[in-house]
């Protein structure tokens, strides 16, 4: 499949990466080579395969609304980079 | 010139009234201080497992039966991904092809007055995100923001109207009359000022009779209905003005700004699939039969279309009073306890819309909090109706009911309210009066209707007002003969 330097940018702007000039063409032919690896799934019939939707043969897995405990607040922000009065902190937004 | 015509879809976010969280055991309280309602499965810690909260789905089922929903036999979730710091996992597990609702629709009155379809194209179940507070005056202002998760993974349902609305008083009236169901149905505390509901406008203008949709542009922060209807007028108008000089809209996301009545641009706005959706693989399918439908179905009370329905046709209610009733639920699920026992239901509506609405907002309380028993109500309606007090005297009981608590026959028998309706008690007192006022007797039996009014008043005074009036009038009229 074709990959265009367009497609592999749209996709790094989407994952917030930054990509340089030099690694371009390695992101082109890796992200090329899955897709084509991929499109031998297309070669399979299909017809009168239902949908999978889940890998595991389980369905309706509930818990009960019943309120436990949380976590305490100093392990919740104990490895955030930056804390100020009991929240998180995070860089400007935009 | 040519003539445009607008086309609305609304998408409501109502956060559901479950005690603890979709997928952990954290409680779902408003409030709390920063970062103290939440745990490894809410704040997507590695190697967590998320479990769906059974509430959480019977509530959505409810909600999709009260708006005439399909409950899908088959729903599952899926991953939203983008990146932003109110959503500490960078995605929002929401469901994307497979909802748990389909197909609704609330009836609303159109701009003539008939009553007009609109469609509710499925109602998803997804995670509320966290809440940020900005250093500064806004988002674009402040150097650094603080991410609060206590509001993250609270469960919501996020309900998707087609674009079945004309102007921004059906927008208007399909929230309200949505607002009013989801309220009814016990799946929501809808407060709009508490965010517990939320609503955002898809709003796109195109020639009269055109069947091609324009470019279409979502609003949001809409605080109110109120903010709403204006915002929608703002933007028909801002688009309108656009088209007729020729500018192309552009499809974005806009936010409301309340102080200056208009909308502004936010972002141009994702396509779907941006957001990379893919199956939550965490969580497993929800199957939902027959059987369990009809159990949900079952917990559902009267809802507001039927109930005004039956308030008019078996109460003989006006319009106007069914309105006021079937507009508050705590009231009229009042109205039907009251009227379990007590029969005459205009009466019971008069007393529910007057005083009793009077006390509570005097009181300053909410109609949830109505202090008085239903029975107590029935059996003071019942004392004033049979004439065992009279009209005021039971105002006063009523007013004291809502001040102390006590029961009305204590309060009538404590400050003497009992009508004296036995005529040989009265007897005495009216042949006392007559005797006094021999002058006033005399008028009446010369012919002057008015001294019977003189003649009562006396006898009500003379019985600290507790006689029965028409028992008076009674034996005046045959002792006067």
């Known amino acids: 499949m074709a990959i265009t330097v367009n497609d592999v940018e749209y996709v790094a702007k989407l994952a917030k990466l930054t990509i340089a000039d030099e690694e371009m063409d390695g992101y082109i032919k890796k992200l090329s080579a899955i897709l084509d690896y991929m499109q031998q799934l297309q070669e399979i019939d299909t017809n009168g395969v239902p949908l999978t939707t889940h890998v595991l043969p389980l369905e309706n897995i509930f818990r009960k609304d019943e309120v436990k405990p949380c ?21 400007k937004i935009f | 010139m040519t003539e445009f015509q607008t086309v609305i879809g609304l998408e409501f976010h109502a956060e559901l009234k479950t005690k603890t969280k979709i997928f952990c055991s954290c409680p779902t309280t408003f409030a709390g201080e920063p970062n103290t309602h939440v745990c490894p499965v809410c704040l997507g810690l590695p190697g967590v497992l998320p479990v769906l909260n059974k509430r959480a789905v019977e509530l959505a ?20 991904n983008y990146f932003y710091p109110d959503l500490p996992k960078a995605y929002q597990v929401t469901q994307y092809p497979l909802p748990i609702c389909k197909s609704g629709y609330i009836t609303v009155p159109d701009a003539d007055g008939n009553e007009k379809n609109i469609r509710i194209n499925r109602i998803h179940l997804e995670e509320d995100a966290g809440k940020l507070v900005h250093s500064g005056e806004s988002i674009t202002t402040s150097n650094y923001s603080l991410p609060d998760y206590n509001r993250a993974a ?24 949505l607002k009013l169901i989801l309220e009814y149905a016990g799946v929501s505390d809808v407060k709009m000022e508490q965010g517990s509901l939320r609503c955002d406008v898809n709003i796109s203008l195109m020639p009269k009779g055109s069947d091609k949709l324009g470019t279409k542009v979502e609003i949001k922060n809409l605080n109110s209905f109120r903010a709403m209807h204006r915002a929608i007028q703002f933007e028909e108008d801002r688009q309108r003005r656009m088209i007729e000089r020729g500018e192309k809209i552009v499809q974005e996301t806009r936010t409301w700004d309340e102080g ?20 939550e693989p965490d969580l497993v399918p929800t199957v939902i039969t027959p059987e369990w439908i009809e159990a949900v179905r079952s917990e559902l009370p009267e809802l507001p279309d039927k109930r005004e329905k039956r308030l008019k046709e078996e109460c003989g209610l006006s319009y106007y009073d069914c309105a006021q009733i079937v507009a508050t639920p705590a009231l009229a699920f009042f109205f039907d306890e009251v009227a379990k026992i007590f029969d005459d239901k205009k009466t019971i509506a008069n007393w529910l819309i007057g005083d009793v609405s009077r006390l509570i907002n005097v009181a300053e309380k909410e109609y949830e909090q109505i202090p008085i028993a239903a029975d107590d109500l029935a059996y003071l309606l019942e004392q004033a109706k049979s004439g065992a007090i009279n009209n005021n005297s039971a105002k006063a009981v009523l007013e004291e009911m809502f001040a102390s608590g006590k029961k009305p026959a204590e309060i009538i028998s404590e400050r003497g309210f009992a009508q004296i309706s036995d005529s040989s008690a009265l007897e005495e007192a009216v042949k006392a009066v007559i005797e006094a006022n021999a002058k006033a007797a005399e008028d009446f039996r010369a012919g002057k209707q008015q001294a019977m009014g003189f003649l009562m008043g006396q006898v009500m005074k003379a019985t600290k007002g507790q006689a029965n009036p028409n028992l008076v009038k009674e034996l005046l009229a045959k002792m006067l003969k």
């Open chain 1, 71 to 91: 976590l305490p607040r100093e392990k919740v922000l104990a490895n955030a980079p930056d804390t100020e009065d009991g929240y998180f902190k995070v860089p």
């Open chain 2, 260 to 279: 200056s009545g208009q909308t502004l641009s936010m972002r141009s706005k994702e396509n779907d699939h941006d957001y990379r959706y893919f199956p």
């Open chain 2, 61 to 80: 089922m409810k909600a999709g039966l009260a708006l005439n929903c399909q409950i899908s036999p088959f729903s599952k979730f899926d991953r939203k």
């Open chain 2, 154 to 177: 609270v469960p919501l349902i996020e309900i998707v109207s087609e674009p079945d609305m004309a102007s921004a008083e059906e927008a208007k009236a399909f929230g309200d009359k």
